[in-house]
């Protein structure tokens, strides 16, 4: 995949565009005044200086930026009840459905299609939409296009969840669960890939780091929420334990995108620049 992104992936990065047409610039004419805002910045700064930044940099997003505050709660939540789902499912099979462990692993192929699927159609209907939403706008973006997106996965990933959760408490036919199951990573995948695109959107020029700022609790939620699954599933049972995370998701996944679309201009504004 590396390999071939060399070939196949165009450069979008603005600031790294700019400072090659500034570079071929200066080897054209030979005038050294063509350079970028960026290159003048950081020829102020001295090496050492400019590389601790940019490791600080995305924890300094993620405690000073309430954008970036309330992407990481969203990503860590969604990445929490996925590898929720990772972690038990294949117990599910071989516990409470006597399935051996190798058939068991063939319903994580319900997982991959519903991620598969999720993304196909979210990243064509999040750009119709932001397209659309600009064009009225006067050819205006913001980010705050992308939100739209979040709702309807916000709400399929629960409805997912207790779809799962009840055809495996009541032992129902494979073909339920899996479905369930089908319906959450779909559901999970529309409501992140927006999500993604958000923070990106509203931190060009440090996307990468505003990136993994919002990666840092979505990784931790990765790695604890696995460990009380199943427990909660032990004292719970399927059904009540899915309709908890249901709950949760809902409270927290459609209140937000709600709070991005009519504060999040706001939020952006209050933030401190991301240099």
């Known amino acids: 995949m590396t390999l071939v992104s060399f070939f196949a992936f165009h450069e979008t990065y603005s600031q790294l565009i700019l400072r090659r047409r500034a570079g071929k610039r200066r080897a054209e004419t030979g005038d050294p005044q063509y350079v970028t805002a960026a290159e003048r910045l950081h020829t102020a700064t001295s090496p050492i200086k400019a590389i601790s930044r940019s490791l600080t940099r995305p924890l300094r997003l993620l405690v000073f930026h309430p954008i970036v505050q309330l992407i990481s709660v969203i990503s860590a939540l969604n990445y ?16 409470a459905y006597g399935q051996p462990v190798d058939i068991s692993g063939l319903h994580y192929i319900a ?40 709702l309807p996965g916000a709400i399929l990933a629960p409805a997912g969840l207790l779809l799962y959760g009840w055809a495996a408490q009541t032992h129902k036919h494979w073909v339920f669960v899996d479905i369930g199951m089908f319906v959450t990573t779909f559901g999970l995948q529309i409501a992140g890939m927006p999500t993604q695109a958000y923070i990106i959107d509203s931190y060009p020029e440090h996307a990468s780091s505003a990136t993994a700022a919002s990666q840092l609790l979505r990784s931790l939620m990765a790695f604890t929420f696995p460990l009380f699954a199943p427990a909660m599933y032990h004292a719970l049972g399927y059904g009540w334990g899915n309709s908890l995370l249901a709950l949760i998701t809902l409270l927290f996944g459609v209140p937000a995108p709600l709070l991005l679309w009519w504060w999040g201009p706001q939020l952006r504004a209050r933030a401190r620049g991301s240099y």
Do not use: K
């Open 80 to 95: 929490g009840m996925l590898y929720i789902i990772l972690a038990t499912f294949s117990d599910l099979w071989v516990v």
């Open 111 to 150: 997982v991959a299609l519903g991620e598969i699927v999720g993304s196909q159609i979210s990243g064509y209907v999040m750009d119709r939409i932001y397209r659309r939403l600009r064009s009225r706008a006067c050819d205006a973006g913001q980010p705050e296009y992308h939100v739209p997106m979040m």
